[in-house]
């Protein structure tokens, strides 16, 4: 690896934890026994891409989620269901986020949108106490606000021209294959975190 000065960082699986069966459960649950083919970790179907660009208001896609699935579900219902894979923040991974941020500028990536980003807030400030988890990042870069998303390499690239940076002198991580194939070609460097492990092992 040559030297890294920058880091963009994923959020989902790498500083809160997602479970992603848990939402197709809860949707199962309300009848939509093919959510699997509306999102999953590695696809989104084109109403979760346009959620995930800021395209489509929380109350659009709600209403377009009820014509999707032919399924009269209130906006209560589906927000639970889909926010239903957000877990807690992991503590120590915060804290050690906190140390390296001393040593590299350290930026924030990841696919959201509206629905998520109020309720991950919401339990970051719970867990913690603290008022923004953006404040551990120079920019945090979510996608429902930039218009952005993975893991197409442009918007890589955008935000390495944004902030300035050499894409060889900066580390993506992620926990999702086709986000980091797709940093790879924006030239990158980049390391997939594997279910189980910590980034605090990666030796940073």
């Not at 959620?51 to 208001?57: A, C, P, R, V, Y």
């Not at 957000?86 to 140390?99: A, K, T, V």
């Not at 390495?160 to 070609?185: C, H, M, R, Y």
Request: hydrophobic share 35%.
């Amino acid at each position: 690896m040559l030297e890294i000065k920058n880091i963009i960082f994923d959020l989902g699986g790498i500083f809160i934890d997602i479970n992603y069966p848990k939402t197709e459960k809860a949707f199962i649950n309300l009848k939509v026994s093919n959510f699997a083919e509306f999102y999953t970790q590695h696809h989104a179907s084109e109403i979760f891409e346009l959620l995930e660009t800021g395209k489509l208001s929380s109350e659009e896609f709600y209403k377009t989620f009820r014509e999707k699935t032919g399924f009269s579900i209130a906006n209560e219902s589906i927000r639970n269901a889909w926010n239903a894979l957000l877990g807690n923040f992991f503590i120590d991974r915060l804290q050690w986020l906190n140390e390296i941020r001393k040593r590299y500028n350290t930026y924030l990536f990841s696919n959201t949108n509206k629905i998520h980003y109020d309720a991950f807030m919401e339990i970051f400030r719970k867990q913690t106490g603290l008022t923004n988890f953006d404040d551990y990042f120079i920019k945090a870069y979510y996608s429902h606000e930039c218009g952005f998303r993975k893991p197409y390499p442009e918007s890589y690239q955008r935000i390495l021209k944004e902030q300035n940076l050499k894409a060889s002198e900066t580390l993506f991580i992620d926990d999702t294959p086709k986000n980091i194939e797709g940093a790879k070609q924006a030239g990158l460097q980049a390391v997939l975190l594997l279910s189980g492990q910590s980034v605090t092992e990666l030796g940073l």
